[in-house]
């Protein structure tokens, strides 16, 4: 598992492309800038670990777009210290986002492959979550709410209620809702009942799994 001065140089390039289309957050950026991308890609496709595109990954699945992983961030507005729901652990580079961020991070996966896959992974990249699951996504982790910020990183048809539950009072759940092609949507505790809903652009997300058993 290499590192070199060309993947750094890459990232750097990698985060001009995502600054100029408008993420502002700086620690975001740096973490961006560190997260040697490549590594959760198969060495085939090296060429494309920073370009700004999804990838297909194991199990049907895809590692975010830059741009989305960096956007969703922005929007959860993570602290240090805040302790973070990720829905859909996927290649784990989203989760590595938020270690890198500093968050207490809790990831569920649905996809037994890849859940095994990342467990072993991140480690080795010196990225340990708090906890990884493998699970239903749309049960949330009602035993360790409540949550600062809940991120889920597929398409939903809706939202599930016990994400927005197991949001702590001023939390923030960001979710990609709708079939075909999501809305971007921020959702914002104020009180036990009181939710502020906001919407920003549409984007395209591999679909939600829930567990049919």
């Known amino acids: 598992m290499k590192d070199t001065f060309k993947h750094k140089g890459l990232r750097q390039q990698l985060v001009e492309v995502v600054t100029n289309k ?3 957050d700086q620690n975001v950026l740096d973490a961006i800038g560190k997260i040697p991308r490549h590594l959760f890609m198969d060495s085939g496709f090296l060429d494309h670990a920073y370009v700004d595109k999804a990838f297909p990954i194991a199990a049907d699945q895809t590692i975010s777009q830059p741009y989305t992983v960096a956007y969703q961030t922005e929007l959860l507005q993570v602290k240090e210290g805040d302790k973070v729901l990720e829905i859909g652990t996927g ?3 989203q989760t590595a986002v938020l270690c890198e961020m500093g968050a207490k991070v809790y990831s569920i996966e ?7 896959i990342t467990s072993k992974f991140l480690p080795k990249l010196g990225y340990r979550p708090k906890k990884l699951i493998f699970g239903d996504g749309y049960k949330g982790l009602k035993e360790l709410a409540p949550f600062d ?3 889920v990183t597929a398409g939903a048809p809706f939202v599930p209620k016990p994400l927005m539950s197991q949001l702590a009072i001023g939390g923030r759940l960001v979710i990609p809702i709708g079939d075909d092609v999501q809305v971007m949507t921020l959702f914002i505790r104020n009180g036990p009942k009181d939710f ?3 919407e920003f652009g549409k984007f395209r997300f591999v679909p939600l799994l829930e567990d049919k058993n």
């Not at 649905?110 to 095994?116: A, N, T, V």
């Open 22 to 24: 408008g993420i502002k």
């Open 91 to 93: 290649s784990g580079y």
């Open 110 to 116: 649905r996809q037994l492959e890849l859940f095994k």
């Open 149 to 151: 910020g809940i991120i």
């Open 196 to 198: 502020e809903r906001h």
